[in-house]
């Protein structure tokens, strides 16, 4: 079983900024990339960012200039700088990874339980 847990979220001004983390723990044999992902109120869960295992990243357009994703591997950690926050960016920010645990050929995508950013104009 794999587990996510994310840390960070909270309430901020426009302007402000945030930075989440997001840890796995479990039994896996590797994390192929992690990312972060958001669902506002009455929308659909979207991308934000993704790092893989060999440092690529990529942005949502919406984000791009603003927030910013790292890693550090050996932690199997992943964060979310997040500069220059808008209304806009409000939302729960979902930890996502894409992990090969023993018995399996592929990948798996695992999900943390999510964290609010809530950003007042």
């Known amino acids: 079983q794999v587990q996510l847990v994310e840390s960070g979220g909270g309430l901020v001004q426009a302007g402000g900024s945030l930075r989440l983390s997001c840890v796995a723990s479990?039994?896996?044999?590797?994390?192929?990339?992690m990312g972060w992902y958001r669902q506002a109120t009455g929308k659909q869960r979207e991308l934000v960012a993704i790092?893989?295992?060999?440092?690529?990243?990529n942005y949502a357009d919406s984000v791009k200039g603003r927030l910013t994703i790292s890693g550090d591997n050996a932690k199997n950690t992943v964060y979310l700088q997040m500069n220059s926050l808008k209304a806009e960016d409000t939302a729960v920010y979902y930890c996502?990874?894409?992990?090969?645990?023993?018995?399996?050929?592929?990948?798996?995508?695992?999900w943390g339980q999510g964290t609010q950013v809530t950003v007042t104009s």
């Open positions: 996502n990874a894409r992990v090969r645990v023993p018995g399996t050929y592929v990948a798996s995508a695992y």
């Open positions: 790092r893989t295992r060999g440092g690529s990243t």
């Open positions: 479990g039994r896996f044999l590797s994390i192929d990339a």
